[in-house]
């Protein structure tokens, strides 16, 4: 059973920082490439910030370069997203994606970002 669980994500004033993770199961995760997404109330989901499989490429939406930062640890089947400088914009629920042949996406985890 392929399974994408994201955790981390809470309320947090800006300026702030948060990690967010992500735990694979049921699938070879050394295999995919890893995305992080976010959607806020009343907009269309949006790339983040995605990996390559074996961590060595990394590329970032305009919005977060130079705030976040993706990595993952393939011997716990882990992608995270440390976010720095938070943003009231940054607030959305955060999805996590696994892309390769095949797609999947976890359940989300919101972050909040407000005084």
């Known amino acids: 059973q392929v399974q994408l669980v994201e955790s981390g994500g809470g309320w947090v004033q800006p300026g702030g920082s948060l990690r967010l993770s992500c735990v694979a199961s049921g699938f070879t995760f050394s295999r995919f490439a890893m995305r992080w997404y976010r959607q806020a109330p009343g907009k269309e989901r949006e790339l983040v910030a995605g990996i390559s499989s074996i961590g060595l490429v990394t590329d970032y939406a305009d919005g977060v370069k130079g705030r976040f930062t993706i990595s993952r640890d393939n011997s716990k089947n882990t992608v995270y997203l440390q976010m720095n400088s938070l943003k009231p914009e940054d607030t959305a629920v955060y999805y996590c994606?696994?892309?390769?042949?095949?797609?999947?996406w976890g359940q989300g985890t919101q972050v909040t970002v407000s005084s």
């Open positions: 994606n696994a892309i390769s042949i095949e797609t999947y």
